[in-house]
Nanobody, 121 residues
Framework: QVQLVESGGGLVQAGGSLRLSCAAS????????MGWFRQAPGKERELVGSVIPTSGTTYYTDSVKGRFTVSRDNAKNTVYLQMNSLKPEDTAVYYC??????????????WGQGTQVTVSS
């Protein structure tokens, strides 16, 4: 089991920045692909970005490329989502996730409780 706890959400104006953090505990953090999903009202949960533990290879959904950055600190068992140039359409509940592939689709997956990000226009 992996336990994930997010922090750092909140309300920000369009064009602003936020950094989300996700602290992991339980099984070896460095074994897992870590990522961030989001779910807006009435929409499906989507993968925003992810990072492979060893190679540092990352994935980003097209709508956030160039604005969001996923990073991890294996020594602190923490993954981050730096969000810049935020837009109202980025408003959603953001979930930290751990899995075994770049898209966190297969195998055992673990989820945080979610943190609300609201971007005002």
């Amino acid at each position: 089991q992996v336990q994930l706890v997010e922090s750092g959400g909140g309300l920000v104006q369009a064009g602003g920045s936020l950094r989300l953090s996700c602290a992991a505990s339980g099984r070896t953090f460095s074994n897992y692909v870590m990522g961030w999903f989001r779910q807006a009202p009435g929409k499906e949960r989507e993968l925003v970005g992810s990072v492979i533990p060893t190679s540092g290879t990352t994935y980003y959904t097209d709508s956030v490329k160039g604005r969001f950055t996923v990073s991890r600190d294996n020594a602190k068992n923490t993954v981050y989502l730096q969000m810049n140039s935020l837009k109202p359409e980025d408003t959603a509940v953001y979930y930290c996730a751990a899995g075994t592939d770049l898209y966190i689709r297969t195998g055992p997956r673990y989820w945080g409780q979610g943190t609300q990000v609201t971007v005002s226009s």
